[in-house]
């Protein structure tokens, strides 16, 4: 039995306003050169922090996020994760690989059923997801694991719809996922006879990957693709590839256009029909839930889906623990319990999270556990600012200046506690590859930071300002070997639309203190070390099992 009480901190009473929490997704400490959109903005605020706050650098990605190795980057989801829980949880693609190394993800009784269903019908068994090793939403070798045991089990016919990356992996680099891929395919058909193919694909931010209902039109357009067979034919991926890419300068692999395998006569090779089986092989949840209800749900006002195939559709992972979707799902999510948000819920201590659409669910939905709605609605509010449907870079911005709105009328009326708050702007710019546009965004935020500052003070509050991970700090690819950036054939720097594996930045504001001091004694922080210094700000002992909070009282 869990005990949910908060035990008052011995030394530090907590100060006596409210603690808020910025999170600036996407901005990590990058090498201060060129191709660091974060040292090149102009960041009054933020250098202002720096000679005024508790400063230091956190780890957002690797094991201390829960994932596999310190050579995985961070992302949004595993960071909020980490700041709600206060605590590091295996993660997404940990979990898949441990489940695919050990044989469970193939011995348990959804799996099955997907391989009778399509021994029954005849039917081939269709893979849907992010073709790339980024192993944010998904990893490549998962797919391959998975082939292989349907050639290993029988399976006939299969058929794969490729999502492209461009986003957590080097933006033009969809060609060399396809290419293994197809390797993969041809040596199963060769060795085994099978008619293993891939079907249909898109760039992941045009087609399919969704979040939030922030724009159902591409989860329509894929499901057009995917689903119906629908769209501009090619004889190949790799063909379509290059001819998109040739038709469509500059174009990177998250935007290139949809597509469609076809046969010798043009018809599609992979239409979803009844006694079909859907395999959605992403992990992460937020981009795959709208295409989940697409399959699921039998009434969707969203859009016209036509006839329903009657299909065995099952996720990687369940993707959202309150709305159990979806109902089917391969390998168990992690259950990550007694979240920062529950416990202050549990007390009566009041809360406020805001964003923009973007990255709502990452102050609500991650924050507190992959967990749906509200724990408390009379301690507890959340406001949504809706996103712009235009591409980031045309406006880098963003709703900083709304989210920020918002947030000064909850703190200033007065009996707010704790508060969090998400600029996207680092990250969801930062993925688009414009250096230019980054800057700006940076300098929305830092704009941001510079009107609540002073309401904090005049409150009596704290400000913890830091980020999930780095993406705008490192805008260039580099050469791992000599550390310069990468250029193509022409000398044009490569952009790079991936996050990055830097720490990031974290201020710890409290206006009059004199008491507070870093811990110097702790090895390693990372941002699961939030939830406790947070904790210990509104004069609280961290829950058992917590990471240690960042600050010790001196007194």
């Given at each position: 039995m869990t005990d949910w009480q908060l035990k008052k901190h011995p030394t530090f009473p907590g100060v006596k306003g409210p603690v808020l929490i910025v999170v600036m997704d996407g901005v990590g400490c990058g090498a201060s050169n060129e191709g660091d959109a974060v040292w090149l903005a102009r960041t009054p605020t933020l250098d202002r922090l720096a000679g005024i706050s508790l400063t230091t650098r956190l780890a957002a990605h690797g094991t201390a996020v829960g994932l596999p190795s310190d050579d995985d980057m961070g992302n949004s989801e595993v960071g909020h994760n980490a700041f709600g829980a206060g605590r590091v949880f295996d993660q997404g693609a940990k979990r898949v690989q441990m489940a695919i190394d050990s044989g469970e993800i193939f011995e348990g009784e959804e799996w099955k059923k997907l391989v009778r269903r399509v021994q029954e019908s005849g039917e081939p068994m269709h893979f849907i997801g992010l073709l790339s090793d980024g192993n944010v939403h998904s990893h490549i070798e998962h797919l391959f694991a998975m082939l292989r045991r349907c050639n290993e089990e029988g399976v006939q016919h299969v058929r794969v719809h490729i999502l492209l990356d461009g986003r957590d992996v080097?933006?033009?680099?969809?060609?060399?996922?396809?290419?293994?891929?197809?390797k993969v395919l041809h040596d199963l058909n060769e060795q085994a006879g099978r008619d293993y193919r891939i079907a249909s694909g898109g760039g992941r931010m045009f087609i399919t990957m969704d979040r939030y209902g922030a724009d159902w039109s591409m989860v329509e357009r894929g499901w057009k693709y995917h689903v119906l067979g629908e769209g501009r034919g090619f004889s190949s991926a790799t063909e379509a590839v290059q001819t998109l890419r040739d038709e469509?300068?500059?174009?990177?692999?998250?935007?290139?256009?949809?597509?469609?395998?076809?046969?010798?006569?043009?018809?599609?090779?992979?239409?979803?029909?009844?006694?079909?089986?859907?395999?959605?092989?992403?992990?992460?949840?937020?981009r795959a839930l709208e295409l989940t209800r697409a399959f699921t749900e039998p009434e969707l006002g969203e859009f016209d889906r036509g006839p329903i195939p009657d299909v065995e559709f099952v996720g990687m992972m369940e993707y959202d623990g309150d709305l159990k979707l979806p109902r089917h799902y391969l390998v168990q999510p992690p259950n990550i319990d007694r979240t920062m948000g529950e416990y202050l819920a549990r007390n009566q201590i009041t809360q406020f999270a805001c964003s923009e659409t973007q990255k709502f669910g990452h102050v609500t939905y991650f924050w507190n556990g992959n967990r749906s709605g509200m724990f408390d609605e009379v301690y507890e509010e959340y406001v949504e600012i809706p996103s712009d449907v235009v591409p980031f870079e045309q406006r880098p911005w963003m709703k900083a200046a709304e989210i920020t709105d918002v947030t000064l009328v909850a703190l200033q009326r007065g009996g707010l506690r704790h508060g969090r708050i998400n600029y996207a702007n680092g990250d969801m710019v930062g993925h688009t590859g414009n250096l230019d546009a980054s800057v700006i965004a940076v300098e929305a935020v830092d704009l941001s930071l510079a009107r609540i500052i002073p309401v904090i003070e005049k409150l009596d509050g704290a400000l913890i300002v830091t980020a999930d991970h780095g993406n705008c700090d490192e805008m260039f690819e580099l050469d791992k070997k000599s550390g310069d950036f990468q250029r193509d054939a022409v000398g044009k720097l490569r952009n790079k639309t991936s996050h990055t594996l830097n720490a990031v930045p974290c201020y710890v504001y409290v206006p009059g203190n004199d008491t507070l001091r870093l811990d110097a004694d702790l090895q390693n922080p990372g941002i699961a070390n939030i939830s406790a210094t947070t904790f210990q700000l509104l004069g609280y002992n961290r829950p058992e099992g917590y990471e240690p909070s960042l600050l010790i009282d001196q007194r």
């Open positions: 080097p933006e033009t680099s969809a060609l060399q996922y396809v290419e293994a891929l197809e469509n300068p500059g174009m990177i692999d998250q935007d290139l256009l949809g597509f469609v395998v076809v046969d010798g006569e043009g018809n599609p090779v992979g239409p979803i029909r009844d006694g079909a089986a859907v395999v959605l092989y992403n992990f992460r949840g937020d």
